[in-house]
C-alpha cells in the first residue's frame, strides 16, 4: 500500500509507493470517476452480452448501450468477422473483403493492425479471436443481428407451415423489427458485400411475406393493403406478395379489385415472362372465386401516414395488449412525445375499426360528443344556433357503436381531460363492444383505465428518426462516423422528443450537424417550420410545450418554474423548502400532467426542453436572479450538512443523496461564481470536496476548485483553505505528479499558514514531507498530530503513518498502524477509509505468509467499495485476491477472474485494471511453463498501458520485471531490463516495487550461473520489502534452486548478507553492477 493511498487524496490513484499484496497488480491506481450524465457507455465492472447489428449501419452495443467503433476499414473488417461469427475467417479472405482491389504488399501485417485497432475498439477484446489461419469473432449467433433475424425467420415459417399464425406472427415480427437501415449499410459498396445484401434483402422480403400470411391467416389482415400494394408495385413479377395482396384486397371487402387484380397479373406474366400463374397464385384465385365475399366492413377514419415509425415495437405490443384486456387504454406523456402517432399507429394494427378523433381544436367542453359525431362522418343535428341536445348526440353515438367492434381513439384530451373523462365513462358503459385508446398529458382518471406512460425515444431510434427526416429534405443524407456523435448528443439533448428531433431534421437542409447542435441553446427560436398540414400547436416547439404550460393553474405554472433552475431535478424536501406544505399537491399535478416525471429514489425530473421553456418563462418574469441565489444557498446549506457524513456511518445514504444532487450542487457553485458570490462558491466547493475525492472526480474536480477560488471577494479563511489543498492536491494527483517541483511549494506555504481543522489541513504537512522524500520529516509531522480530536482524523493519520512506513520497507510497523487505524475507521464507520487500510493489511499480512488473512481483509475490502459504489468494478482489489487464490492453490479460479477483468470497460482509465489483470495471467502461464501465452499477456497490458493516460514509473519497472523473468526462462538477455526496472523503481524511492525488481534479478544472476550473487539479491529484496514474501511463486522457486545449488548452509549465508545491508548497498545491487 502507498504512502498516499489512505489519505483523502487518494484511494489507489497514484503510486508514490507500491501496494504489494505479493503482485505487481496490486500496485494499480485507482480510477473512481463516475460516468458523465446520460452516458452511453456500458456499466462498469463485468463486460455484459455484446451485440452487433449489420442491418443498417454497424451498431455494436453492451448491455443496450452504444460502442463507437471508428474507422470505416475497421467497422468493415468487424462486418465481415461478423457475417462469419463464430467461425474463422482466413487473412486471405479478410484481405480480399477489405481491399478488393489494391492490396496492401503484407496483407498479414495490414490485417493484423485493424485487428488491433479493433480490439481496443470493443469493449470485450476477447471476442475477437486469434486462430491459426485467422480470426474469430466469438460470439453466440444470437449476438449479430443478421443471424438472430435469420432464426426468427425461420422459426415464423415453420410456425406458420405448422398452423400457428399467432406464433409466426410474432417471431416475424420479431425478426423484422431488427431491421435499422439498409444491410450492411457501412460496406454496401465493396464487393464482398453483394452477395450477402442480396440476400439478406430477399430474406427480409421473405419474412415480410410470411408475417403478411400469418396475420391473413389470423384474420387481422385487412390492415396490409397499403404496405402490399406498394410493394407488389416494388416486385410485379414475384407471385407470393401478388397473392398476399389478393388475399388482402378481399379481406378488407374489396373482392372486385382482388379478382381484377389477378388478371392484371396473369396479363403481366403472360406479356412479360411468356408464363401463366404458378400453383400459388392460381390456388389464390381459385379462393377468391368460392368464398363467400366479407361483409363490407366499416373502413374507420384512419389515414396512412407519409413517414415511417420507428421503434417502440414493446410500446405497439404492450398497446395491442391492454386494449385485448381493458376497454379504456390512455396514453401519457408530454408533448411531442409521440403519443398520437403510437396510439394511430397501434390501432391500425387491431382488427377491429377505428375511429380517430382529435379533440385539439374543441374548445366547449361539452362539444366531445360532437366532434366524436362528426369524426363517424355524422353531424350533431342543430336548430337556429343551438344544438337539438347533446344527449341526442350521445344517443347517437350509442345507436352507432354499440352493436359494433369497434375502437375510438380519443386524441389530445389533457385540455378537455374533465369532459373527456365523462364522455368515455357514459359511451363504454354503454357500448359493450366498444374500446377507447385516448392519448393526453395527463390520465383522465376513470376507474379502470389502463395508463401506458410514453417515454422518449431511446438514443439509437432517436439517431435514426433524425437521420431518416433529414434524408427527406437533404437527398444523401447519411449516418456517418463523423457526425454521428454530434447527432446522437442533439438527440439526447432534445430530450428523445420525436416531435423536436422532427423539427431539428428539418433544420438540416441548411445547417451541418454540427451547426445545428451548435444552436440548440437557443432551441424555441432554432425549431420552428413544422408541417403546414399540422397543427398550429405542433408547428414549433415554443407551442408545444406554450400548450402544457398553459394548462397549469397559477401555482403550479410559478411551481414549475421555479423548479427550472433545478438541473437534476428535486426531491420532496427540496421542494418543501421552496413552497412549504403544499409541495407534495404541486408535485403531484405537474407529474400527471406529464410536467415532471419520477425517478428512482423519489426524485422528480423535467424533461430538458420543458425545463428550458421554465427558465425562459423566469427570465421574462425577471425572477430568474432570485431563484438561482435561493438554489444556490439551498444546496450550500445542503453541502455543508453533508460533509461529515460523508466520512461517517450515515455515509452510504449521504453519498447516494449527493450523487442525486450532484448536477444541482454545480449548477450552485457556477451560479455563485458567476454571480460574484464568493462566499457561497468557496463554501460549497469546500464542502464538497471530500464527496469529489471518494467518487473519484479529482480531475474534474481541479476547475470546480480553481472556479470557486477565482471568485474574487471575502469568504471563509478555513474553507477557502481547504478548497487551495484540494486544489493542489488533486491537481498533482490527477497529472501524475508531472509538476511536482512547481506545486510542493505552494502546498509547503499552505501547510505553514493553515489552521489544522479540516481533516486535509491536518494532512498537509505530513504530505509535503512524503512529496519531498522527507520521510522522517512526515512521520514526525503524523506523530504529532495522532491525539487530535476528531476520530476520523486519528484513524486517517494511523493510516497513513502505516503506508509511510511500508514504503520505506518497516513492514512490521506498517501492519501494526494500519490495524489501529482499521479499528478507528471501524468506530466511525467510514467505508472508504476501512477498505484503503483493509487493503493495505492485506498486503502486510501476505507478505508475512498470512494468505488467509490478507483474503479475509481483501474479500471485506471489496464489500466496502461495492457498498460505496455498485459500479465500481473494485478491478486492482480483485486481481489481489485472484492472485492470492493461485497461491491457495486454486489456479484455475485465478485464472478464471483474471479473464473477467482483463476486459477493459469503455473510457481510458480502466485499461489499466485490465492490464494489471493481464500481467497477472502472464504470470500464471509463465509459472505453468506456457512462455508464449505469457508474451501475449504482457504485451496485451503494454498496449492497455498506452492507452492509459498517465503510467506512474513503478509500474514500468514492474513491467520490465516482469519481461526480465520472461528473458530469463526463454534463455534470452534480460540484464538491461533488470536495470531499466531499477532505474524506474528508484524515481519514486519505492521500497516494494525496488524488491520485486530484485527478484528479477536474482533470477538473471541464477541464470548467469552465479547462484550466491542471485541468493543475495533474494536477501537484499527482503531487506527493502521489509519482509520475506515467502508466499510468491518468483521467491518459492528460485529460492528452491539455489538451495539445491548452493546447498542450505551457502543459500542461507548469501541470503543474509544481502538482508543485513544498509539500505543504500541494496538498492545499488538491484541494478546489477557489472
Known amino acids: 500500500m502507498g504512502a498516499v493511498e489512505l489519505l483523502p487524496i487518494s484511494t489507489h490513484e497514484i503510486l508514490t509507493c507500491c501496494a504489494c499484496v505479493g503482485h505487481p497488480c496490486s500496485a494499480a491506481p485507482r480510477d473512481r470517476r463516475r460516468p458523465p450524465r446520460r452516458s452511453n457507455a456500458p456499466a462498469r465492472g463485468t463486460v455484459g452480452p455484446m451485440r452487433v447489428g449489420v442491418l443498417g449501419p454497424l451498431a455494436v452495443t453492451v448491455d443496450g ?9 475497421v467497422r468493415a473488417l468487424l462486418v ?39 480490439r481496443r475498439a470493443l469493449p470485450d477484446p476477447a471476442a475477437l479471436r486469434s486462430a491459426h489461419s485467422g480470426y474469430c469473432l466469438d460470439l453466440p449467433p444470437d449476438a449479430v443481428d443478421a443471424h438472430l433475424f435469420d432464426r426468427l425467420a ?350 431539428a431534421a428539418a433544420r438540416l437542409r441548411s445547417l451541418s450537424p454540427e451547426q445545428l447542435a451548435g444552436r440548440l441553446d437557443d432551441r424555441f427560436r432554432l425549431l420552428t417550420g413544422g408541417s403546414r398540414t399540422a397543427m398550429p400547436r405542433h408547428q414549433t416547439l415554443r407551442a408545444v410545450v406554450a400548450w402544457s404550460w398553459d394548462l397549469l393553474d397559477d401555482a403550479e405554472r410559478a411551481f414549475a418554474e421555479r423548479l427550472a433552475v433545478f438541473p437534476a431535478g428535486i426531491d420532496l424536501e427540496a421542494a418543501e423548502h421552496l413552497v412549504g406544505e403544499d409541495a407534495f399537491d404541486l408535485l403531484t399535478a405537474l407529474v400527471d400532467k406529464s410536467l415532471l416525471h419520477p425517478v428512482d429514489g423519489g426524485r422528480y425530473r423535467m424533461l430538458e426542453t420543458i425545463r428550458e421553456y421554465g427558465l425562459e418563462r423566469l427570465g421574462e418574469r425577471g425572477w430568474i436572479g432570485a431563484a438561482r441565489t435561493a438554489h444556490a444557498e439551498y444546496y450550500r446549506d445542503f453541502a455543508e450538512l453533508a460533509e461529515p457524513h460523508v466520512r461517517g456511518k450515515e455515509q452510504l445514504a449521504w453519498i447516494a443523496r449527493l450523487d442525486a444532487e450532484r448536477d444541482n450542487v454545480l449548477a450552485a457553485l457556477h451560479f455563485a461564481a458567476d454571480s460574484g458570490d464568493a462566499d457561497t462558491a468557496v463554501r460549497i466547493a469546500a464542502a464538497m470536496s471530500m464527496f469529489w475525492t471518494v467518487r473519484g472526480n479529482r480531475a474534474d474536480s481541479v476547475g470546480w476548485l480553481r472556479l470557486a477560488l477565482d471568485v474574487p471577494g471575502e469568504s471563509r479563511r478555513v474553507a477557502r483553505q481547504v478548497v487551495a489543498a484540494f486544489l493542489l492536491l488533486n491537481n498533482a494527483i490527477s497529472g501524475g505528479f508531472r509538476n511536482l517541483d512547481e506545486q510542493v511549494p505552494q502546498m509547503q506555504a499552505l501547510a505553514e499558514s493553515v489552521e489544522p481543522d479540516h481533516p486535509v489541513l491536518v494532512l498537509l504537512e505530513p504530505l509535503v514531507g512524503l512529496f519531498l522524500d522527507r520521510t522522517d520529516q512526515a512521520l514526525a509531522a503524523i506523530d504529532a498530530r495522532l491525539d487530535h480530536p476528531d476520530p476520523w482524523t486519528r484513524a486517517m493519520l494511523w493510516a497513513v503513518r502505516g503506508a509511510l512506513r511500508e514504503n520505506v520497507g518497516d513492514m512490521a510497523g506498517a501492519r501494526e498502524d494500519i490495524e489501529v487505524a482499521i479499528t478507528g475507521f471501524r468506530e466511525v464507520g467510514d467505508r472508504f477509509g476501512l477498505s484503503q487500510a483493509l487493503t493495505g493489511v492485506a498486503e502486510a499480512r501476505l507478505a508475512f505468509g498470512d494468505a488467509q488473512g490478507a483474503r479475509a481483509a481483501l474479500e471485506e475490502s471489496v464489500r466496502m467499495l461495492r457498498e460505496l459504489d455498485p459500479d465500481d468494478d473494485v478491478t486492482h482489489e480483485r486481481v489481489q485476491l485472484a492472485w492470492i487464490h493461485a497461491l491457495l492453490g486454486d489456479v484455475e479460479r485465478a485464472k478464471e477472474e483474471g479473464r473477467r477483468l482483463s476486459r477493459p470497460s469503455p473510457g481510458p482509465w480502466s485499461a489499466r485494471g485490465a492490464a494489471f489483470a493481464r500481467v497477472m495471467l502472464g504470470d500464471l502461464a509463465r509459472y505453468e511453463g506456457d512462455l508464449a501465452e505469457a508474451g501475449r499477456q504482457y504485451e496485451t497490458a503494454s498496449v492497455l498501458l498506452s492507452e492509459a493516460p498517465f503510467v506512474v514509473p513503478q509500474f514500468v519497472a514492474l513491467m520490465r520485471a516482469a519481461h526480465a523473468q520472461l528473458a530469463v526462462a526463454r534463455g534470452e538477455p534480460a540484464t538491461e531490463l533488470v536495470r531499466e526496472g531499477a532505474e524506474q523503481a528508484q524515481l519514486s524511492q519505492d521500497m516494494p516495487v525496488l524488491a520485486r525488481v530484485a527478484v528479477a534479478g536474482a533470477a538473471v544472476r541464477l541464470s548467469e550461473g552465479d547462484s550466491s550473487a542471485a541468493a543475495t539479491l533474494l536477501g537484499a529484496a527482503e531487506q527493502l520489502r521489509g519482509a520475506p514474501d ?10 528452491e534452486k539455489l538451495r539445491a545449488d548452493l546447498g542450505d548452509a551457502a543459500f542461507d549465508l548469501a541470503y543474509a548478507s544481502g538482508r543485513a545491508m544498509d539500505r543504500e548497498t541494496a538498492i545499488a545491487l538491484t541494478t546489477l553492477p557489472d
Open 65 to 73: 448501450a452504444p460502442v463507437e467503433v471508428g474507422g470505416s476499414r
Open 80 to 118: 465481415r468477422l461478423a457475417l462469419g461469427v463464430g467461425r474463422t475467417v482466413t487473412v486471405e479472405e479478410l484481405a480480399d473483403a477489405l481491399w478488393p482491389e489494391d492490396k496492401p504488399a503484407d496483407e498479414v501485417g495490414a490485417v493484423r493492425s485493424l485487428v488491433s485497432r479493433l
Open 154 to 503: 425461420r422459426e415464423a415459417r415453420r410456425a406458420l407451415a405448422a398452423g400457428d399464425p399467432p406464433t409466426a406472427r410474432r417471431l416475424g415480427r420479431e425478426a423484422l423489427d431488427l431491421w435499422r437501415g439498409p444491410a450492411l449499410a457501412d460496406v454496401a459498396g465493396l464487393p464482398f458485400a453483394v452477395g450477402h445484401v442480396a440476400g439478406l434483402d430477399e430474406a427480409r422480403l421473405a419474412a415480410f411475406e410470411d408475417v403478411a400470411a400469418a396475420e391473413l391467416a389470423a384474420g387481422d389482415g385487412r390492415h396490409l393493403v397499403a404496405d402490399l400494394t406498394e410493394l407488389a408495385a416494388r416486385h410485379p413479377l414475384r407471385e407470393r406478395v401478388q397473392a398476399l395482396l389478393l388475399r388482402a384486397l378481399f379481406a378488407a371487402g374489396r373482392p372486385a379489385e382482388a379478382l381484377a387484380g389477378y388478371e392484371e397479373v396473369r396479363r403481366r406474366l403472360a406479356d412479360e415472362l411468356g408464363a401463366d400463374p404458378g400453383p400459388e397464385l392460381r390456388a389464390t384465385h381459385r379462393e377468391l372465386l368460392r368464398a363467400e365475399p366479407p361483409d363490407q366492413p366499416r373502413t374507420g377514419n384512419l389515414r396512412m401516414p407519409l413517414t415511417s415509425f420507428l421503434g417502440r415495437a414493446g410500446d405497439l405490443e404492450r398497446v395491442a395488449d391492454l386494449l385485448g384486456r381493458h376497454r379504456l387504454v390512455t396514453l401519457v406523456g408530454p408533448g411531442g412525445a409521440g403519443k398520437t402517432r403510437l396510439a394511430t399507429t397501434a390501432a391500425a394494427r387491431l382488427p377491429q375499426v377505428v375511429w380517430l378523433v382529435e379533440l385539439a381544436p374543441v374548445t366547449d367542453q361539452g362539444d366531445v360528443a360532437a366532434a366524436v359525431l362528426g369524426a363517424l362522418g355524422q353531424r350533431e343535428l342543430r336548430t337556429a344556433q343551438r344544438p337539438v341536445g347533446r344527449l341526442d348526440a350521445m344517443g347517437r353515438l350509442v345507436e352507432s357503436l354499440s352493436r359494433t367492434e369497434a375502437v375510438l381513439v380519443l386524441d389530445n384530451c389533457e385540455h378537455l381531460v374533465d369532459a373527456a373523462a365523462r364522455f368515455a365513462d357514459e359511451l363504454l358503459g354503454r357500448c359493450p363492444l366498444l374500446r377507447v385508446l385516448a392519448t393526453s398529458r395527463e390520465p383522465l382518471g376513470v376507474f379502470g383505465e389502463a395508463i401506458v406512460p410514453v417515454p422518449p425515444l431511446d438514443d439509437t431510434t432517436a439517431v435514426r428518426l433524425l437521420a431518416e427526416r433529414a434524408a427527406a429534405v437533404r437527398p444523401g443524407f447519411e449516418v456517418t462516423d463523423a457526425n454521428r456523435p454530434v447527432l446522437a448528443e442533439t438527440c439526447r439533448r432534445l430530450d428523445g422528443l420525436p416531435l423536436a428531433i422532427e423539427l
Open 1030 to 1039: 515467502a508466499l510468491h511463486l518468483d521467491v518459492v522457486r528460485l529460492s
